[in-house]
Every structure is written in structure tokens, then in C-alpha cells.
């Protein structure tokens, strides 16, 4: 049951990159039980159309699945025409796809680097601005990029990543300050691990999970409904003044760190 109204986002278009698996099917998922019609997008129309199909039978709300590649604006371009033929508008942009695998800086080939930051940075950017061009200026809305809190310190084995969130919350902050005047509220959520998705079975396979859990604060890793519940949040009218941030929603495991291994999680 959740604590949200759940007609908290009726009339609302949610377009959400990454939408169909994982964090953001999640949160796709939360957006259209509180009233949302959405659009998701990956690279993959197969993974988005049985997606769709499963999000709109669980919430009862409309779901359409668009291909794109996020590091091809023209695509962009078309799956938000596609969004704004269907449903007459986009008052919420999702950016949540992403690529990531564990690697040392040392064995990244220049093309490694570059493929991660395009897709997290560089396809960030250029989702927010097709989404102003297109809708947003004239129209307001909310947009809500997925970070990392890689970054905050550093993280061996993820200098691309941790570059390229880095890149996302400067993204964030700045676009937050020229737009805020039309209406457009900007935020970011920075989730720690979250159990069962692709992130973790890449970056903490095996034993690793343990040493992980271990460095988490409350004992655990995230649901994708915990976080799914921060991105409602920022959606509604209860985040109004919150503008340019980034939550972190990661039961204090950047706090932690290695410290809390000490005390053997
Ligand atoms: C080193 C690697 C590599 C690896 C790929 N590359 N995997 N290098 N270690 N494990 C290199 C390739 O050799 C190539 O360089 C370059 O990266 C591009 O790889 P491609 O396979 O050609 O790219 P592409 O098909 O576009 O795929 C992008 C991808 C892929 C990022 C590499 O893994 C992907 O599509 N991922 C999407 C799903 C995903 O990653 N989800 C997890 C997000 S989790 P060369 O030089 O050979 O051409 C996340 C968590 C953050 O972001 C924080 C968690 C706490
Ligand atoms: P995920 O399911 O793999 O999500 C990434 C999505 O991005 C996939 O749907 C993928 O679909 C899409 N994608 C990748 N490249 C794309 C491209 N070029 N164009 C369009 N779409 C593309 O992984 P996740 O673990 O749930 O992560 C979701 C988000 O949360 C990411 O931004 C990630 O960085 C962030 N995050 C995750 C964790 C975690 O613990 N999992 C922690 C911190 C932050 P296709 O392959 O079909 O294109």
C-alpha cells in the first residue's frame, strides 16, 4: 500500500530512459500506479514491448515502449515525437540509461571511457534538452536523472562510471538554474546498491555482494521500490522547493565505507 494519493500524478506523461529493466521499470512502474500514462525507451523495442505489456496489466495505466539509443539524438528526437503523438504531452523525463562494468583504469580502452560517458552523460544532456526543445519550454515539467554516489570519494575499477555520474549531477545542477524560471524543476537521485538489478550482478558478483552488504550502514542493500519511491517523491508537489538536487538513497553506504567492514556489517 503505498503512502502516496494514488491519483498524485493523474494526467501526468512520464518519458523515462532505461524504463524497461531495473531501476527504472521500477520506477515507471510507481509513476503509472499514481496516475502517470508513460513511455520507456532503451535500445531493445523486444524488452520494451514485454515491459510495457506487464507495466500497464499491473497498474492498469498506459505504457508505450519507443527504441532509441541515447547516444543518437535524432532517435531521441523521434521516440519524443513518438510520446508527444500518443499522448499529447512529456511532464516528466526519467533519465536512467546507463552502462557500466567493472574495470581498472589500466585495462579501459579509450573507446570504454568514451562508450560509458556517452551514454550516461552525453545521453543525459541530450534527453533533457530534445525534452525542453520539444515540450518542456514551453510547457514546464520535471526531470529526474539517476546518478551514482561513485563519485562523492573514489572507486576503483569505475573511473568511467564515477566520471560520468559526476558529469550527471553537473548536468543536474546547472540545467536546475537556467530552467528553473520556466517551470522545469531539475532534481537527480544518486541510489546506493539496489538488490536484483544489472548493476549489482555487474559490479558485485559472487563474494563481492557479501563484502558490500557488509560496507551498507542499515545492514542491507535498496529495493528498487525504495527508490522508486524517492523518484514519486520528487515528482509531486511535496518536492516543490526541492530544485538542482541529487538524493541519495543508498542506506548510508557512502558514509560507511570501508569502516563499516571493520565492524564486520
Ligand atoms: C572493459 C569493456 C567491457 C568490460 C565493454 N568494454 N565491456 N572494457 N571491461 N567489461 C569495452 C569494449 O571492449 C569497447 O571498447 C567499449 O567498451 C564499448 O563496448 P561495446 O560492447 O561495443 O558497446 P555497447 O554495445 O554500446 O555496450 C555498452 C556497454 C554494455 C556499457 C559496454 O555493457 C551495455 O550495453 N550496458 C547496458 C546495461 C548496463 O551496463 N547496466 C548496468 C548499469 S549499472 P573497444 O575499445 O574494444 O572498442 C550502473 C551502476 C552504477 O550504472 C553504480 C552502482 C553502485
Ligand atoms: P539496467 O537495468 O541495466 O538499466 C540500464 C538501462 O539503460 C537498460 O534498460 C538499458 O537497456 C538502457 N540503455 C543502455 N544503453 C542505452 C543506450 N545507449 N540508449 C538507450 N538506453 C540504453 O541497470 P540498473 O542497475 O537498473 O541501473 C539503472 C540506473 O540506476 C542507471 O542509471 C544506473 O547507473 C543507476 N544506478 C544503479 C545502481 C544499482 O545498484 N543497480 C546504483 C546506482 C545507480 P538496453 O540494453 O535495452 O538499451
Known amino acids: 500500500m503505498s503512502v502516496f494519493r494514488e491519483d498524485v500524478l493523474e494526467g ?38 514485454a515491459a510495457a505489456k506487464e507495466l ?3 497498474t492498469e495505466s498506459e505504457c508505450l515502449g519507443v527504441a532509441c539509443d541515447v547516444r543518437q539524438p535524432e532517435t531521441v528526437e523521434a521516440a519524443l515525437d513518438r510520446a508527444l503523438e500518443r499522448f499529447g504531452g512529456v511532464d516528466v523525463v526519467v533519465n536512467g540509461a546507463a552502462g557500466n562494468f567493472l ?10 571511457f568514451r562508450t560509458v560517458l556517452e ?3 552525453i545521453g543525459t544532456y541530450t534527453v533533457c534538452r530534445a525534452a525542453f526543445d520539444k ?6 515539467g520535471t526531470i529526474l536523472n539517476i546518478s551514482a554516489t561513485l563519485h562523492y570519494g573514489a572507486t576503483p575499477l569505475q573511473t568511467h562510471a564515477a566520471a560520468a555520474k559526476a558529469a550527471v549531477d553537473a548536468v543536474t545542477r546547472s540545467l536546475a538554474v537556467e530552467w528553473g524560471r520556466l517551470g522545469i524543476r ?29 560496507a551498507i550502514p ?19 508537489d511535496a518536492a516543490s522547493l526541492i530544485h538542482g538536487e541529487t538524493i541519495v538513497a543508498d542506506g548510508g553506504h557512502w558514509l560507511g565505507g570501508p569502516a563499516m567492514q571493520l565492524l564486520g556489517g
Open 12 to 49: 501526468k506523461v512520464a518519458f523515462v530512459t532505461g524504463g524497461g529493466s531495473g531501476i527504472c521499470k521500477g520506477i515507471t512502474k510507481a509513476l503509472m500506479a499514481h496516475g502517470a500514462k508513460a513511455v520507456i525507451t532503451s535500445r531493445k523495442q523486444e524488452r520494451l514491448d
Open 56 to 58: 500497464a496489466e499491473a
Open 103 to 112: 574495470a581498472p583504469a589500466a585495462q579501459l580502452s579509450y573507446n570504454a
Open 119 to 121: 551514454i550516461d552523460s
Open 135 to 140: 515540450h518542456l519550454k514551453a510547457n514546464g
Open 186 to 214: 531539475v532534481n537527480g537521485i544518486a541510489p546506493g546498491p539496489i538488490d536484483g538489478t544489472e548493476g549489482i550482478s555487474r559490479l558485485a558478483p559472487g563474494k563481492a555482494r557479501d563484502a558490500m552488504i557488509a
Open 218 to 236: 542499515i545492514g542491507r542493500m535498496g529495493e528498487i521500490e525504495e527508490i522508486a519511491n524517492v523518484a514519486l517523491f520528487l515528482c509531486t
